[in-house]
């Protein structure tokens, strides 16, 4: 039964009480109702309470004629007016307590969806959700960064807005595809290349259809370049196992074969004895070179030749004793 508005209550029920005004005013109950028509929840409160309270005051009437008399007309109409008033309060106090409950459900629902806005803008990894056809249903901060785009400038737009200043083949394959998938992607901006992990979920319908997509955007950048960090040491590790090996022992050996030259004194002239020295100087100094090599443990290079980088034994050094 759809609810009824006051005025509609007020047509059904002279249709069954014409004299309604006369009966109303003959109460304080018509005054009552007058009082709380801005307040509904006191009105139904009231309608309900009066229809109980006549109901009893009406107990000892028979309905049924005891010795040839009749129920006045007057308290049939009455109670059928109540009757009506009564059901249709009820009706308004249900859908009423119903409204209030729904209100109270958004609300539940307005909060979570915020809360959960915020999870997602805190997120460390960009979140890029997508309808069926390719439209941007949500981003959060760490992907509108990640494409140099606003959120409330995106939202609703084609997928292409988010890809607006570069847009990679495989971003475009990504946004489309109707599989799951995991790649990475590289790219290019103005700091400096950018190395993303991309993971594809699909939001599927009942029937199996995709109805949206998911896509999950993660830095590792630093992670890569760590790799690459960690392969450059591995290959100067090995280099500096070599320079011990091929490197420090024939250098012991001359070495040694320079200071017993050096050790015969008178016999050898200045000249001879300035070179010796110069010699075992220059491999004392190898030998305090491959030493360091032995210390790097993080990789720092310079280019000393544009485009062919060296290792900077001395700021390898530097940036371990700082740390």
């Given at each position: 039964?759809?609810?009824?508005?006051l005025q509609?209550?007020?047509?059904?029920?002279?249709?069954?009480?014409p004299?309604?005004?006369?009966?109303l005013?003959?109460y304080?109950f018509g005054i009552r109702?007058?009082?709380h028509l801005d307040d509904?929840?006191?009105l139904?409160?009231l309608l309900?309470?009066?229809y109980?309270r006549?109901?009893?005051?009406?107990?000892?009437?028979?309905?049924?004629?005891?010795?040839?008399?009749?129920v006045?007309?007057?308290?049939?109409?009455?109670?059928?007016?109540?009757?009506?008033?009564?059901?249709?309060?009820a009706?308004?106090?249900?859908?009423?307590?119903?409204?209030e409950?729904?209100?109270?459900?958004?609300?539940?629902?307005?909060?979570?969806?915020?809360r959960l806005?915020?999870?997602l803008?805190t997120?460390?990894v960009?979140?890029?959700?997508?309808?069926?056809d390719?439209?941007?249903?949500?981003?959060?901060?760490?992907?509108?960064e990640l494409f140099?785009?606003?959120?409330?400038?995106?939202h609703?737009?084609p997928?292409?807005?988010?890809?607006s200043?570069f847009?990679?083949?495989?971003?475009s394959?990504l946004?489309t595809?109707d599989?799951?998938?995991?790649?990475?992607v590289?790219?290019h901006?103005?700091n400096?290349?950018?190395v993303?992990l991309?993971?594809?979920?699909?939001?599927?319908?009942?029937?199996?259809?995709v109805?949206g997509?998911?896509v999950?955007?993660?830095?590792?950048?630093?992670?890569?370049?760590?790799?690459?960090d960690?392969v450059?040491?591995?290959?100067v590790?090995?280099?500096?196992?070599a320079l011990?090996?091929e490197?420090?022992?024939?250098?012991?050996?001359?070495?040694?074969k320079v200071?017993?030259?050096?050790m015969?004194g008178e016999?050898l002239s200045?000249d001879?004895?300035?070179?010796?020295?110069?010699?075992?100087?220059?491999?004392?100094?190898?030998?305090?070179?491959?030493?360091?090599?032995?210390?790097?443990?993080?990789?720092v290079t310079t280019q000393?030749?544009?485009?062919?980088?060296m290792?900077?034994v001395?700021?390898c050094?530097?940036?371990e004793d700082a740390?």
């Amino acid at each position: 039964m759809a609810t009824k508005s006051l005025q509609e209550w007020e047509e059904e029920l002279r249709k069954v009480v014409p004299n309604l005004g006369d009966l109303l005013n003959h109460y304080d109950f018509g005054i009552r109702v007058l009082q709380h028509l801005d307040d509904p929840q006191k009105l139904l409160q009231l309608l309900l309470e009066e229809y109980e309270r006549q109901l009893e005051a009406l107990g000892n009437v028979p309905l049924v004629p005891e010795e040839g008399e009749e129920v006045l007309e007057e308290e049939k109409k009455r109670l059928k007016a109540l009757v009506m008033f009564a059901t249709y309060a009820a009706e308004a106090k249900y859908q009423a307590e119903l409204n209030e409950q729904r209100m109270k459900q958004n609300e539940e629902l307005k909060r979570l969806n915020a809360r959960l806005h915020k999870v997602l803008d805190t997120a460390p990894v960009g979140i890029l959700v997508l309808t069926g056809d390719g439209g941007v249903e949500n981003i959060n901060r760490t992907a509108a960064e990640l494409f140099g785009c606003k959120p409330e400038e995106v939202h609703g737009k084609p997928y292409q807005a988010v890809l607006s200043g570069f847009s990679p083949q495989e971003f475009s394959e990504l946004f489309t595809s109707d599989e799951e998938q995991r790649r990475e992607v590289t790219v290019h901006k103005e700091n400096g290349p950018v190395v993303l992990l991309v993971t594809l979920g699909l939001l599927r319908g009942e029937g199996g259809e995709v109805e949206g997509r998911v896509v999950v955007l993660t830095d590792i950048t630093l992670q890569r370049q760590l790799e690459q960090d960690r392969v450059r040491l591995e290959a100067v590790t090995q280099t500096v196992r070599a320079l011990n090996h091929e490197i420090n022992n024939p250098l012991a050996i001359i070495s040694g074969k320079v200071q017993l030259l050096l050790m015969k004194g008178e016999e050898l002239s200045e000249d001879v004895r300035r070179d010796l020295e110069s010699v075992e100087q220059a491999a004392r100094r190898i030998g305090n070179v491959v030493n360091k090599l032995t210390r790097v443990t993080k990789v720092v290079t310079t280019q000393l030749i544009k485009g062919l980088p060296m290792l900077d034994v001395e700021r390898c050094l530097a940036q371990e004793d700082a740390e």
